[in-house]
């Protein structure tokens, strides 16, 4: 077993998948210079110390949070008092650091950050919205903890630090080394998201001047979202199907809901699994911010639930800065951030970061003996500096159908 993974950690290879798109980072050294070789293996050493210092503090991290980190800069200072951790001693002395589009949007760092939540694009036709997360996600279900969650590219061969916390060595493309176990191809963005219904980017959009959409106060401020243009189910319909099934009891216009004022006039409703819900968009991009902030506030529920899909991301917002290639997502997740509108039978106890912000009924709730329920997500911004361009809508095509009813911004 010993010298068949000293027989893996040596094979060289060109990158595939989303970072086959990156310009590839040059070796530490090409040429050694008298005494190079000693600087090299000095060099590796201190980034092995500054890998295993980021673990224990993704660790820490996950242990408060039950997530990973966006990205490493989160873990600073809290987890990770002294950011010069997250630059590599190579760099130090060669002043290269990771680039766009994977580099951390607010810290300079050396390291590439695996599970960060950047759009695949291109390398998943039928899933582009899908983050490197998932993939790697999806990768761990076929080789295991072996994936990288930390890389350094600045050492030849690449130092990478596993999700089980040991420290290995690669080729510039990892994959390589699990190929007498799974296809190269079988670890790739495209295949692991071939399943999916790939995406409709062109939403289905209803006029602001249709009878279900009241029109919007003149006097809303900007903080207040207008998702007018956005809208694809109105209130008073039954829109997921069956009579009396709507939101006609939900107050409209400016209304107050767990203490944060919001514009409620219509319904962003994605698609999902549900055959219910495949004729609604599995994306909708570009729901303009144009403003800095430090919370946003997102009334929302899920059609399509069960006490079952407890613990499952059932989408996401992708937050869009004013500045380059800077994204966060906010996760959706089925239990903690929003349940099925309908209470449902056989529900475990809410846990305490679920909110209930509106309670009512209609005729079909009425026939159940059970109430309709929206919740409110807040969501602290980490940049609240840098101002937000805009925010994409994304379905994780579970079986529940997330709806969106109203952000603010604050």
Same mark, same amino acid.
């Given at each position: 077993?010993?010298?068949?993974?000293?027989?893996?950690?040596?094979?060289?290879?060109?990158?595939?998948?989303?970072?086959?798109?990156?310009?590839?980072?040059?070796?530490?050294?090409?040429?050694?210079? /008298?005494?190079?070789?000693?600087?090299?293996?000095?060099?590796?050493?201190?980034?092995?110390?500054?890998?295993?210092?980021?673990?224990?503090?993704?660790?820490?991290?996950?242990?408060?949070?039950?997530?990973?980190?966006?990205?490493?800069?989160?873990?600073?200072?809290?987890?990770?008092?002294?950011?010069?951790?997250?630059?590599?001693?190579?760099?130090?002395?060669?002043? +290269?650091?990771?680039?766009? &589009?994977? /580099?951390?949007?607010?810290?300079?760092?050396?390291?590439? %950050?695996? %599970?960060?939540?950047?759009?695949?694009?291109?390398?998943?036709?039928?899933?582009?919205?899908?983050?490197?997360?998932?993939?790697?996600?999806?990768?761990? =279900?076929?080789?295991?903890?072996?994936?990288?969650?930390?890389?350094?590219?600045?050492?030849?061969?690449?130092?990478?630090?596993?999700?089980?916390?040991?420290?290995?060595?690669?080729?510039?493309?990892?994959?390589?080394?699990?190929?007498?176990?799974?296809?190269?191809?079988?670890?790739?963005?495209?295949?692991? %998201?071939?399943?999916?219904?790939?995406?409709?980017?062109?939403?289905?959009?209803?006029?602001?001047?249709? &009878?279900?959409?009241?029109?919007?106060?003149?006097?809303?401020?900007?903080?207040?979202?207008?998702?007018?243009?956005?809208?694809?189910?109105?209130?008073?319909?039954?829109?997921?199907?069956?009579?009396?099934?709507?939101?006609?009891?939900?107050? +409209?216009?400016?209304?107050?809901?767990? @203490?944060?004022?919001?514009?409620?006039?219509?319904?962003? +409703?994605?698609?999902?699994?549900?055959?219910?819900?495949?004729?609604?968009?599995?994306?909708?991009? @570009?729901?303009?911010?144009?403003?800095?902030?430090?919370?946003?506030?997102?009334?929302?529920?899920?059609?399509?639930?069960?006490?079952?899909?407890?613990?499952?991301?059932?989408?996401?917002?992708?937050?869009?800065?004013?500045?380059? +290639?800077?994204?966060?997502?906010?996760?959706?997740?089925?239990?903690?951030?929003?349940?099925?509108?309908?209470?449902?039978? =056989?529900?475990?106890?809410?846990?305490?970061?679920?909110?209930?912000?509106?309670? @009512?009924?209609?005729?079909?709730?009425?026939?159940?003996?059970?109430?309709?329920?929206?919740?409110?997500?807040?969501?602290?911004?980490?940049?609240?500096?840098? @101002?937000?361009?805009?925010?994409?809508?994304?379905?994780?095509?579970?079986?529940?159908? &997330?709806?969106?009813?109203?952000?603010?911004?604050?």
């Amino acid at each position: 077993m010993k010298n068949r993974l000293a027989q893996w950690f040596t094979i060289l290879a060109i990158g595939t998948g989303a970072a086959a798109e990156l310009a590839p980072v040059a070796p530490a050294q090409t040429i050694p210079a /008298a005494g190079a070789p000693n600087r090299a293996e000095e060099e590796k050493e201190a980034c092995i110390k500054n890998l295993k210092l980021i673990y224990n503090a993704i660790q820490a991290y996950q242990a408060d949070h039950q997530d990973l980190p966006n990205w490493l800069s989160d873990l600073v200072p809290q987890y990770l008092p002294d950011a010069n951790v997250l630059v590599c001693p190579v760099c130090r002395r060669t002043g +290269q650091t990771e680039g766009p &589009p994977l /580099a951390d949007p607010k810290l300079p760092s050396s390291y590439l %950050f695996e %599970f960060c939540p950047v759009p695949l694009g291109n390398t998943a036709t039928n899933a582009p919205t899908r983050t490197r997360r998932e993939w790697k996600r999806r990768q761990m =279900g076929l080789v295991g903890s072996v994936v990288p969650l930390v890389r350094c590219r600045h050492h030849d061969p690449v130092l990478n630090l596993a999700f089980d916390g040991k420290v290995y060595e690669s080729p510039p493309t990892w994959e390589r080394l699990m190929t007498n176990r799974v296809s190269l191809a079988d670890l790739s963005p495209a295949r692991l %998201f071939a399943d999916e219904r790939p995406p409709v980017t062109d939403v289905p959009r209803k006029s602001a001047a249709a &009878p279900h959409f009241p029109p919007r106060d003149p006097a809303a401020p900007k903080e207040l979202l207008d998702l007018t243009a956005f809208y694809n189910a109105g209130l008073n319909e039954s829109w997921h199907g069956g009579k009396g099934n709507d939101l006609a009891a939900l107050p +409209q216009g400016r209304q107050t809901f767990g @203490g944060v004022e919001f514009d409620v006039r219509g319904i962003v +409703q994605l698609g999902s699994k549900s055959p219910s819900a495949t004729n609604y968009p599995a994306l909708i991009k @570009g729901i303009p911010v144009n403003q800095k902030c430090e919370r946003l506030h997102f009334l929302q529920a899920a059609g399509f639930g069960t006490p079952r899909d407890e613990g499952k991301q059932i989408g996401a917002y992708v937050v869009h800065f004013a500045t380059n +290639q800077m994204r966060l997502e906010i996760p959706i997740r089925y239990g903690q951030d929003v349940r099925d509108w309908h209470a449902l039978a =056989g529900e475990p106890a809410a846990p305490g970061e679920l909110k209930v912000a509106w309670r @009512g009924e209609n005729e079909t709730s009425k026939r159940a003996g059970r109430s309709l329920r929206l919740f409110l997500t807040s969501w602290t911004n980490v940049v609240p500096g840098v @101002g937000i361009e805009s925010i994409d809508y994304v379905s994780a095509l579970a079986t529940p159908a &997330p709806f969106l009813i109203a952000v603010t911004v604050e």
